[in-house]
């Protein structure tokens, strides 16, 4: 096998390697609101409309699993847990700036076009 067709190869590409590090859409949604500032469960639950409270909990323990968002208790009376993310995460930083910029290029530009029907 070649270098080129081992690069190509879905268990050695380092951008699949990435692509499954990270998971899934929620998973980067919640990292890009992590990015803007840290924050608590309730606050990302309202900031991400469409997530349940079930999924929200399984993301950021995904996350914080694979060391991407860390997990600090702020004040047990009452219980208050703040996510941020840790170096690791905000090394993605650049990634989701161009994945903005992107998304701004090439599909908000087409909820613009209308379909004929």
Known sequence: MTKSERGLNANTC??????????????????????ENSMGFNEMLRRASGISSRTLSAVLKDLAGKGIVKREIVSTQPFQVRYSLTEKGNALRPIVDGLGKWGEMWVAERKEESYPS
Do not use: D
């Open 14 to 35: 380092p951008i699949v390697s990435a692509i499954k590090e990270i998971g899934g859409e929620w998973n980067f949604i919640i990292i890009r609101y992590l990015l």
